[in-house]
C-alpha cells in the first residue's frame, strides 16, 4: 500500500521583496556588509551591487572576491576583474562615464532612468573616475559633487553639461554623449550641505511667508532678514552655545 508523507520544504526568501511589497522570491545569493546579511533573489543581488560600485568604486587590484556574494554579482560587465591574467590586454574594454550630482539632477530624466540610458549607450556608470572614464555629465546640482569635479579635473576628463533641457535626449537619440564643456566651479556649501544659492533661496521662501512678502527674488539678501531667519531655525542646543 503506498503511503503520502507531506515533506516540508524550506525556502530562503530575498529580503529585498519581503520589504518592498511583501511578495515571496527565493534568494539565491547573500549580502553581508559587516556583521548584518541580506538574503537576495540574482535581481536584486546584481542592481545592489551596481549601487555599490558606483558609490564606492571597483575593488582594487588583488583585491579577494566579495564573500558571499560573488564578484561578477557585485561588478558591472567591462570593469577591471581580479581573474584577469597579468598583462593582458583587453581588446574591448568598455568606457566609464561619471554621472555629477544626485538623483533628478538630468532634465527630464531621473537618477536610474539617466543611468539606464548611459548603459545603453555602452559606457559603464562609475563613481570615481579611473583609466577608463572617458566623460564627466554634470547638469543640476553638478556643481555640488567637489569629489566627482576633482576627479575629473585631476584625470583629464571631459565634461558634457546637460543642464539646457533637451541636450542630454538629443544626445542619447544620437547615440554619442561628447564632452567639451568647461568643468563647472564647485559651489560653497555649509555645514548642511547647502549651496550659498540654494540657502538663499530657502530664506527667501521663508521670509516671505514670515513678514517679508515684498522681498525681492535676485540681489543679496538684506542682513537683518537673515538674522532673523537664523534665530528662527536655531536649534535649541545652538541656542545655549550662544547664551554661554
Request: proline share 6%.
Amino acid at each position: 500500500m503506498r503511503k503520502t508523507v507531506l515533506i516540508p520544504v524550506l525556502k530562503t526568501l530575498c529580503d529585498a521583496h519581503l520589504a518592498k511589497d511583501g511578495s515571496e522570491e527565493e534568494a539565491t545569493d547573500t549580502l553581508a556588509l559587516g556583521v548584518r546579511t541580506w538574503d537576495l533573489c540574482g535581481s536584486h543581488a546584481e542592481s545592489f551591487g551596481l549601487y555599490l560600485v558606483d558609490a564606492l568604486g571597483s575593488p582594487e587590484d588583488g583585491a579577494a572576491d566579495p564573500d558571499p556574494v560573488a564578484l561578477a554579482d557585485v561588478v558591472p560587465v567591462g570593469s577591471e576583474r581580479d581573474d584577469v591574467a597579468e598583462g593582458a590586454v583587453e581588446s574591448d574594454a568598455v568606457r566609464s562615464v561619471m554621472i555629477g550630482g544626485g538623483g533628478g539632477e538630468v532634465p527630464g530624466y531621473d537618477w536610474e532612468t539617466a543611468r539606464e540610458a548611459v548603459r545603453n549607450l555602452g559606457y559603464e556608470v562609475v563613481g570615481r573616475a579611473d583609466d577608463s572614464t572617458v566623460l564627466l555629465i554634470v547638469g543640476e546640482g553638478g556643481d555640488r559633487n567637489a569629489t566627482k569635479l576633482r576627479d575629473a579635473a585631476e584625470h583629464g576628463v571631459p565634461c558634457m553639461d546637460v543642464r539646457a533641457p533637451g541636450r542630454f535626449k538629443d544626445a542619447v537619440c544620437a547615440g554619442e554623449l561628447v564632452g567639451g564643456d568647461p568643468l563647472p566651479e564647485p559651489a560653497k556649501v555649509d555645514r548642511s550641505g547647502m549651496s550659498t544659492r540654494e540657502r538663499n533661496r530657502l530664506i527667501r521662501r521663508w521670509a516671505r511667508e514670515n513678514g517679508w512678502p515684498n522681498l525681492s527674488a535676485q540681489g543679496r539678501v538684506p542682513l537683518n532678514v537673515r538674522h532673523a531667519y537664523e534665530l528662527a531655525n536655531r536649534t535649541p542646543a545652538q541656542g545655549k552655545a550662544v547664551a554661554a
